[in-house]
Structures are given as structure tokens and as C-alpha cells.
């Protein structure tokens, strides 16, 4: 088959993508020959409903999708005990085997045109987990806006979950690779966190943070 007739193909079976049975196999149907991993953004912009693989896992009853979403394969959304929703702005792109989940009253927000590569987890529990508008987030970050407790009176496994307020990150930030960020934190508008950090207190506007814990070097104003 031709590259024209491929791209046909996609486009066909694209205006029937959704999150209906049918649509997860019109969805499934269209990447047959379409481009592999990130490359497969294009075909959200096919369709309102955007590109959601059939591979993805939506295990979650209170999913609110912008237009044009992204959602690789074996990305899962999960909820558990109590969990709140789960809000993607326009055209947001999740990588694979990414993992977001809620419980016990947290919930998470993506904003339009934010990027999220592959293996990261964000897990609101107890609070909620807030991304502004077209953030990069790089491969392996993890959100945790929570903890264990830790009395030496009982296992830390039966510990119950404690948290110092939820996890917001700024319009335009960039995490690199491995970024860990906890709970109570506030990373600024276009806030550069360098790889490997580990975050536990606020990044301002513009700033420049790195290393464990993740301490201020400068403000991009300053560049």
C-alpha cells in the first residue's frame, strides 16, 4: 500500500475515533499504519476527541478530555477509594506508560498543550496535583503530594496518609529528566527544574532550581 493510501486509511478511521467501544477500535484501526510513539500526535489533531490508544487503560468513571487529546499506549488513569477527577486542557499529550491516579479526595489537572513523556506518575492523594498550560515534564518525574505517616507506634504501612497542600505548577515550567516534586510545593510560572532534582519547597517565576533538595540558582531573567 501506498503512502497515500495509508495516510487515507488513517484519516478514515480517525473520524470515528472516541471512547466508545467502536471507537477505541476505529482508533485501534487507524494506527495500523500510521507512525510509531510521539510521531502518532498528528492523528489527535484528526479529531476532536483526539488520539487515546487502544492500548490505554481509563479506569476511571470522571475523565474530563479538551479537544484533541493525546494518549499513548499503556498509559493508565486510574482511581481508587474516593479519588477525584482527572482533567485534560486542549490538546495535552500524556506519553506511555505514564500513571495517573487519584484517591482519597485528590484529583489532577493538566492544562491545554502541556507535554508529558513517558514513565512519569502522578499520584494525588489527599491533595490535588494542578499543571498549568504548556509545561514540559520529562521522562520518570513523579508528583507526590502526600506522605506516610511515620509514629513509631505502628508499621509505616498502616501509617494514614498526610499531606503539607497540594502540588501547582506554573504556565510554561520545564521539569527535566527524574524530577521528584512533593507535597505543599508551588513551582512558578516558567520555573526551570534541572534533572534529578528533588523538590520540596517553592520555585518562584522564572526560576532555576537543581539538585537534592532542589535549591534556587538563579531567575532566567538574570540569562
Not at 489527535?44 to 476511571?60: F, R, T
Not at 508551588?186 to 523538590?199: K, Q
Amino acid at each position: 500500500m501506498t503512502n497515500y493510501y495509508k495516510r487515507r486509511w488513517t484519516r478514515l478511521w480517525m473520524q470515528y475515533a472516541g471512547l466508545s467501544v467502536f471507537g477505541r477500535f476505529a482508533t485501534r484501526m487507524a494506527a495500523v499504519f500510521a507512525p510509531p510513539y510521539k510521531a502518532r500526535r498528528s492523528l489527535a489533531m484528526m479529531n476532536p476527541l483526539g488520539y487515546i490508544d487502544h492500548n490505554a487503560v481509563l479506569w476511571h468513571p470522571e475523565i474530563e478530555f479538551g479537544s484533541h487529546v493525546f494518549i499513548e499506549e499503556r498509559v493508565i488513569i486510574n482511581r481508587m477509594k474516593d479519588g477525584g477527577p482527572v482533567k485534560f486542557g486542549d490538546k495535552v499529550s500524556i506519553l506511555r506508560d505514564t500513571i495517573i491516579e487519584t484517591g482519597d479526595a485528590g484529583s489532577v489537572s493538566i492544562g491545554d498543550e502541556t507535554y508529558i513523556h513517558p514513565y512519569c506518575q502522578l499520584s494525588a492523594y489527599r491533595e490535588n496535583i494542578e499543571i498549568g498550560r504548556q509545561v514540559l515534564i520529562a521522562m520518570r518525574c513523579a508528583f507526590y503530594p502526600y506522605d506516610h505517616g511515620v509514629s513509631p507506634a505502628h508499621p509505616i504501612r498502616t501509617q494514614p496518609l498526610v499531606s503539607k497542600g497540594p502540588i501547582l505548577i506554573g504556565d510554561n515550567a520545564w521539569l527535566g529528566t527524574g524530577v521528584i516534586v512533593l507535597a505543599g510545593v508551588e513551582i512558578g510560572e516558567g520555573a526551570v527544574i534541572g534533572a534529578g532534582s528533588v523538590v520540596t519547597k517553592n520555585v518562584p517565576k522564572n526560576g532555576i532550581a537543581n539538585g537534592v533538595p532542589a535549591r534556587l540558582i538563579r531567575s532566567r531573567t538574570d540569562l
